[in-house]
């Protein structure tokens, strides 16, 4: 299991339909989202970068905008919640990408500036 961050810039804010989420207003800036992937981990960075891809986790809904990008990508070998838990930042969305976490992590999205 290799645990990654996504520096994701975001150039203007905007409300966004969050599949069971519902409509959530993301402020324009940086982000920070963190995942991990057993095997395969460039199919899976590859696939964050595509804008043309079916909705499948919650930060598909925000890297398939064309305004948005993937600035860096980090890469770290403890587990993806913990490295979650260090990253410091605001909490935009509750539940977002957390809805499998095993740390009860609110979000594994934050917001940083
Ligand atoms: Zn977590």
Redesign the pocket.
Known sequence: MITYQLLIHLPKPISLNVGKIGFIDFPKGHYLY?GSAKKNMKSRIKRHFSKNKKLHWHIDYLTILPQVQIEDVLYFSED??SV??KTAGIIPVPGFG?SD?????IS?LKFIE
């Not at 976490?101 to 992590?105: L, N």
């Open positions: 963190t993806e919640c979650n838990q957390a976490c095993s740390q009860h992590c594994h």
